[in-house]
């Protein structure tokens, strides 16, 4: 039986296979690790991105888990849902409204509300981009080369690059209020953030609105943290394995909730 179950879920424009340094580190540690392809992403690419169907796929890949007894000593290894970005928000959103299918969350990446003049900026330029001969596959590969290197770059464009869906998955964003969502969320949450990204000027605030929040700062990693910083990256997932591990065998112990 693996230590944990790890469920991946990227970020915009991207796919499953930015995932793959994570994916090949986690195996090392014995733990089952997944990556998925959101709607009009990946190997979905040219499908219709939604809200809806973003929910079904996480739930496709985190079943219920009906009837399940924390006391026993066959209690399955823990559930950790780990989100980038677009990822992030979804991965929050998902988790409060299906309590009890995971036992953590690492949110990452999306350390402010989407709302305001921020998002109506990215929309508008996300408009100017889609209007480009190439819908901006030529600037996504320039900025992808810029701030990233070496096998992070290839990570990021093996799954191509969806080039139809920033409208749509904006305009999806728009409509959650993560910072609600985590008030309901009952399990320990992680927010880990590179130290130069531009999405984490609330990261205290979401911090906040969690009972059980914690909050990991990767020093000289970007946006994207998890491809610029891949090793630090994934000891955050790794130390937050190992707690939900500890919280687990303390349930098993003492036949009750943990916090």
Known sequence: MPRARVVLVHGLRTSATMWRRQLAALARHDIEAVAIDLPGHGSHIGEPFTLDES?????????????RDPSRPATPP???LVGLSLGGYLAVEFAARHPGRIDGLVAASCGARPRGAGLSGYRRLADL???LPDRGRAMNDAMVRIFLRGDAVDDVLAGGVALDVMAPALLAVGELDPEAALARIDVPVWFVNGRFDHFRF???RMLRATPYGRLVVVPGATHLVSL???????????GAVA?????????????KAVT
Do not use: C
């Open 129 to 131: 981009i889609g209007r």
């Open 55 to 67: 929910m079904r796929v996480l739930r496709e890949a985190l079943p219920a888990r009906d009837g």
């Open 243 to 255: 707690e939900l591990e500890a919280r687990a065998a303390r349930r098993r112990r003492f036949g």
């Open 202 to 204: 609330e990261e205290r």
């Open 78 to 80: 823990p559930t950790l």
């Open 228 to 238: 610029s910083r891949p090793d630090d990256f994934t000891a955050a997932v790794l």
